[in-house]
C-alpha cells in the first residue's frame, strides 16, 4: 500500500510552498482584504508562469499535463497561504467543466486562457438561498439566450467567462437543467460586485438579459455535469481547507508557546492543550478524508461520490474548528483586525458555504452510502 | 498513490490468506464477525480456550508473534507483513484478545530488558499461547498517574519481597505471568524509585479478585500481593530504572496498530436504515442524517488514517505519537452513538433485555461499556497531552511533585 503522495509531488508541494510564503505573505493578503483591488494580479501571473493553473490541463491544450494529484498539492498550499485569487472558481470549476463537457473548440479557446493566466472563469449556479438542486435553478434558457439573475456567483465581477446552469426544461427532473457557456466581456451580462463574508475572494449578482450564450455539454444533461463538478471541486476545495486548518492551527501553536500568561506559556495550559490537540484531530481525520478523494479523483473512480462528500464534511468541519479555535487561542488579540486569525475564519465560513452547506454534503453522504449499501 | 502491495508484500498476504483458508475454525466466523463491538462471547466455547487452540496452531505454523525474532517463537517478519497477517486473519484475530497484552507489551518488553536466558525459556511459550501474561501497572491511586503507584518491592538476600495492591488488571485470573512495576525506594521523586519485575502468578500471597465493572460485566481484576517472593533473576532492567522499562512497555502498544476500534458507525447506519419513525424511516430525517453523516465522515477519516500509517511502515518509518487519535476520535463516537440510538427508540429505549424495538438492546450495551473506552489504555485526556506534547510540541505540565522525594507527596486533597 502507498496511500501518500509520491516523492514528486512532495517536492512540487515544497515548490509551491516556498513561491507562496514569498509572493503570498499575510502582508500580500491584507493588500487585497484592506484595498480596492479585487484579487492580487501579480500572484495570479506568477501562478501561471509556475505553470500551477494548467498542472492539470493536457498539454495540447497549454497546460502542464500532470494531473489531479499534482493539483491536490497546490491546492492544500494555496489554501495554507489564504491566496487572495480565484483559483478555485477558475481552476476547480470552470477548467473542471470543460474538460468534462466541453467540445474541441470550446476547450480550444479557454483552457489554453486559463494556463497562461489570461482567462478567469468561474460557476453561475446560485440563486439566493438554497443549496445545489434543480428546482433552485429559475435562469432560462432558450434559443441560445438567457434570462435571469445569479447571486452569488464567486469571482464573477473579475471572470471572463462563466459556466451557467439553466432551466431548459419544466418536467421537474434533472434533465430540465443545461448548462451554457457565457463570454462575460460580450455584452448581455450586468455585474455587481456584493459585499461577502471574506473580501479576499470577491462574490457578485450577475444578470443575464436575453444574453447570448453556447451549450456546454449536451441539452438535458446539466444536473448530470454539475454533479460530477461538483464532487471535483469537492475534493480540490477540501485541500485547501486542510492547508487552511493546518496553518490556522500552526499559528495556535506558535501563539500557545510564545505568549506568557500567569508567569507560563499559555500552552502548558491543559485546557490550551487539550483545544490544540482536538484541532489536530480534526485536521488529521479531514486530510485522510481527503487523500481517500484525491485517489477517487485522480484515477475516476467508482467510489469518488462518496468519498468527495466525506472530504468535504471533514474538511468543512476541520477549518471551521480550526479557524475558531485559533482566534480562541489567541485571545483578545486573535479579535483584532490587525492579527491575521480572522482571515482564516473569515475563508473557513465562505468555504464552507460555497458549493453547498455543510448540511447539503451531509444529505449527499447519506444518499451515496445508501446507494452503495443497496448495490 | 494506490493501495496496492508491492510484489513482496503480495506475495506474503498470499502465502498468509493460504495459511487461514486451510486452517482457520470456520466453525466460529458467523459468531465472531456479529461480535462487531470488541466484545466477544462465543455461546458454547470459552474464549480462552478457544483462543489457546488458534494460537498454538498459529504458533505450529510460525504465524504467531510473527514481528518476533524466529529464536524466540517468532518469523522474522517486517511491521507490514504483521499488518497483512492481521488483515488476513480477520475475525479469527478476535480470539488472540487473551494474548494481547503478552504479545503487545509483556513480550516486548521481556525481549528488550530480559535475560538470554529469560527470553528463550519465556518468549516461545508466550507466543505458543501456552503461557499467557498480564500487565500489573495501574492502582486504585496511581491510573493516569502511575508514576506514583505505592506498591513496595524489598530487597531481601537475593530475593525481592512485594506487598501492594495493582486494579484494571485484564486477564489476570487466567494469566500464567505478570509484569509488575514496583517501588523499590520510597525516598527518591516518584519516577526514579521504580523497578520492572515479571512474576509468576501462581506465587504464593498473590490473590486475584474479579471487579464487577458498571456495565455489570467482570473483564478486570484487582491483584493483592502479600509478602510475594520474586528472585532477583526476574528483574527487568536496572534497579530504580523501572519508569524507563515501562516506557519500552507503553511504546509498544502503541505500535500493535492495525487492529481497528470499533467506531459504532456500521451498526448505527444499519439502525437507521430500519427504523421506522413517526414520519418515515430515521435515515430520512434531516437531523439523522446529520449527525449520521458526521460520524460516517469521521469514521472513515480514521480508516484513511489508519492506511497511511500501513503507508509509513510499508516504507520502513515507524508510527508515532499520532497513532494516539484512533481511540480517541472512535471512544467518544461510541458514546454518542448509543446515547442517540436510544433517543431515537424513545421509551423503548430504557430496556436493556432481548426486545424486538431496541434490536435486542445493543446499543445499550455499547452505552454502558463505552465509559471504559475513554478511560482504559490511557484516558482521553492523556491522549491529549500526548498529541499536544509529543506532536505538537507544547510544553509539559507544570508538575509540583516532580522534584519531592515520594513519601513526602501529599496523598489526600483534604
Known sequence: MNFDFSDDQKQLRDQARKFLTEKCSPKAVRVVLDGKAPYDKELWKGLAEMGFLGVAIPEEFGGAGAGHLELCVIAEEMGRANAPVPFSSTVY????????????????????????????????????????????VKLTAANGVLNGVKKPVADGAIADFAVVAARTGSSGRDGDISLFLVDLKAGGVEVKSLTNLDPTRGQAEISFKACKAEPLGAAGEGWSILTQMLDRAAVLCAFEQVGGSDRALEMGRDYALDRIAFGRQIGSFQAVKHMLADMYVSATLARSNSYYGAWALSTNAAELPEAAAAARISATQAFQHCAKNNIQVHGGMG????????????????MALGLGSLSYWEDQLIDRMRKKNAA | MNFDDTPQEAAFRQTARQWVEANAPKELHAELSKSSLGRIRLAKQDIVEVGKAWQKKKFEGNWACLHWPKEYGGRGATPIEKVIWQQEEGVYGKLTQPFQIGEGMCGPTVMAFGSEDAKRRYLPKLASGEEIWCQLFSEPSAGSDVAGLRTRAEKKGDNWVVNGQKIWTSGAHYSDYGLLIARTDPNVPKHKGLTMFFLDMKSPGVEVRPIRQANGMQEFNEVYFTDVVIPDS??????????????TTLMNERMSIGSRLATGVPEMFEFCSNLMLEDGLAIDDPAVRSK???????????????????SALSKGERPGPENSIGKLVSGMMLQDIATYAMDLQGAAGVLTGNDEE????????????????RIAGGTDEILRNIIAERVLGLPGDIRVDKDVPYNKIPTKGR
Open chain 2, 358 to 373: 431496541t434490536v435486542q438492546g445493543q446499543f445499550q450495551q455499547m452505552l454502558l461499556s463505552s465509559p471504559s473506552m
Open chain 1, 93 to 136: 470549476l470552470a477548467a473542471e467543466a470543460l474538460l468534462i463537457a466541453g467540445s474541441d473548440a470550446q476547450k480550444k479557446k479557454w483552457l489554453p486562457a486559463i494556463a497562461s493566466g489570461e482567462a478567469i472563469g468561474t460557476l453561475a449556479l446560485f440563486e439566493g438561498k438554497g443549496n445545489p438542486a434543480p428546482k433552485n
Open chain 2, 292 to 310: 449520521l453523516a458526521s460520524w460516517a465522515a469521521k469514521s472513515s477519516g480514521l480508516k484513511y488514517t489508519s492506511y497511511r500509517t500501513i
Open chain 2, 234 to 247: 526476574q528483574r527487568l532492567g536496572a534497579v530504580g530504572e523501572g519508569w524507563s522499562v515501562s516506557l
Open chain 1, 335 to 350: 479579535f483584532t483586525w490587525e492579527f491575521d486569525c480572522h482571515m482564516y475564519y473569515r475563508r473557513a465560513n465562505a
